[in-house]
């Protein structure tokens, strides 16, 4: 349950689960099991990231290849390399690269994030010749591996997607856990679990950024602001909400300045601006890095799908079998990424299209609301969507803001369920950090833009 008291937004003992439905998560494919609790990232070393290629392969963390002393470097135009980051998240570690090399951050390519809690690696690219300056490069808890010049860049969702090795602490010792975790496992592997875009896209401490979004595209600058800035949450650190408070209290923007620490930085960025320009909200919000306001209207836009899909169900609709309306999207591959070719379940195909389901060559597919939907492709979901904005009292013009097509909110759609590959339990074994606990290890590989946290939730169900 979410309650507010004194402007500050209370999650029901801060459990992970409330903040999930604050943003839309409400749905288990695992309902009928239980899950055995614990704890994920309690150090970055339990939660492993490795970057999986277009083509397939894993990415490392040692350095593997040298470059060869006889290739002709002029017919190469980027620099790439693996980027091994310890607990850090992807933007800082780039704008620290970007610093250390001077060159614009936007110069800097790479095709997903990667958690901020974690060990992971992935590929970088940059235009020009970085070899040596990058063999020199020390950056603390930042390295850089296997360099390479590549006449092509990285781009943005370029990857396959990801491999995992996840450690979950504190788990307590009940003689059914390996069964039901081998229960739930199972039914994963043959059916999926719920998409779902993860706290990660919201924010785990201030989860608020589709919030933001909307109101961006609702014009509403000063609530921008406000729910930026000024808002609170119970699960923020003790000194974010003090100095939060203290300048919804006083408006003293200068000491504010002073207050709030270096980490948040974007924070700090929108005081500056309105010291400077007294009042400009729509100037201050538009301030801020284009690639972080694109995050934030992407994370109104992932609010949506999750509440479609949570909506979906509650409706009484199988999430594992069409309903009419539903649209499926034919695969390239089994368990493969989505193609354009799509049909709306309910006609004459429908036999087929069942077929290809079972085969694991077809997803039902849910829309990612831009600005050139076309909603009539997708009866069920727009039924559902006009459902959504009435209940929130959200106009659906707002889909038409230019902010959408100014960061190419074209729109899309997206399975509703994903099924991982490689999932497997590796060990249960004493936790050599919680006391008479256990710790479980797994590892599973998911498709670009898919979570792991999601996989997660269903084993543990917190």
């Known amino acids: 349950m979410v309650e507010y008291r004194n402007n500050i937004c209370f999650f029901e003992d ?68 693996n980027l091994v980051k310890v607990n850090r998240d992807t933007f800082d570690a780039v704008r620290l690269i970007s610093k250390a090399l001077k060159i614009p951050v936007d110069k800097i390519e790479y095709s997903g994030l990667k958690d901020k809690c974690s060990l992971s ?56 856990n390996k069964k039901n975790i081998e229960k739930s496992l199972f039914k994963i592997k043959q059916s999926g679990f719920p998409n779902y875009y993860g706290l990660q896209r919201f924010g785990t401490f201030r989860p608020n950024s589709h919030l933001i979004g909307r109101y961006l595209l609702e014009n509403k600058f000063k609530e921008a602001y406000n ?46 601006y309105l010291i400077n320009n007294p009042g400009d909200y729509e100037g201050a919000m538009h301030h801020l890095p284009s690639y972080l306001i694109k995050l934030i209207l ?21 999430l594992f079998k069409p309903a009419n309306g539903d649209v499926i999207s034919i695969l390239d591959d089994m368990d493969g990424q989505l193609t354009q070719i799509k049909y709306i379940f309910g006609g004459s195909y429908d036999t087929y299209l069942k077929e290809a389901l079972n085969l694991k060559r077809a997803s039902i597919v849910i829309p990612l609301v831009g600005y050139d939907s076309n909603l009539d492709e997708f009866p069920l979901m727009q039924s559902l969507l006009l459902d959504i904005l009435e209940e929130e009292q959200i106009s659906p013009s707002i889909f038409h803001h230019d902010l959408l097509k100014d960061h190419d909110f074209k729109g899309s759609y997206r399975s509703m369920l994903v099924r991982p590959k490689d999932l497997n339990l590796i060990e249960i074994e004493p936790d050599d950090i919680f006391q008479n606990k256990q710790k479980v290890k797994i590892e599973f590989s998911l498709s670009k833009g898919s979570y792991a946290t999601m996989l997660l939730r269903e084993i543990m169900k917190m």
Do not use: C
Request: no cysteine; proline share 1%.
């Open 121 to 176: 690696v992935q590929r970088i690219s940059i235009p020009g010749n970085f070899v040596d300056r990058l063999k020199k490069l020390n950056i603390r808890d930042v390295f850089i591996r296997d360099i390479s010049l590549s006449k092509r860049s990285i781009r943005l969702g370029s990857n396959w997607g990801n491999k995992f090795t996840i450690t979950i602490r504190n788990v307590e010792k009940k003689s059914k």
């Open 14 to 81: 801060n459990k992970e689960s409330e903040l999930e439905k604050f943003v839309g998560i409400q749905i288990y494919s695992t309902f009928e099991l239980k899950g055995i609790g614990g704890v994920y990232k309690n150090s970055y070393k339990d939660f492993v990231v490795q970057e999986i290629t277009e083509n397939g392969n894993v990415l490392g963390f040692r350095k593997d290849k040298q470059l060869s002393t006889t290739d002709n470097y002029s017919k190469y135009k980027y620099t790439t390399f």
């Open 227 to 272: 729910e930026f800035i000024l808002n609170t949450y119970s699960t923020e650190s003790e000194l974010s909400r003090n100095v939060r408070i203290e300048l919804r209290d006083t408006a003293n923007l200068e000491k504010a300045l002073e207050q709030f620490p270096k980490s948040l930085n974007y924070e700090r960025q929108i005081l500056k």
């Open 298 to 318: 992407s994370s109104f836009q992932s609010y949506l799908f999750n509440k479609l899909l949570s909506l979906r169900v509650k409706k009484g609709h199988s």
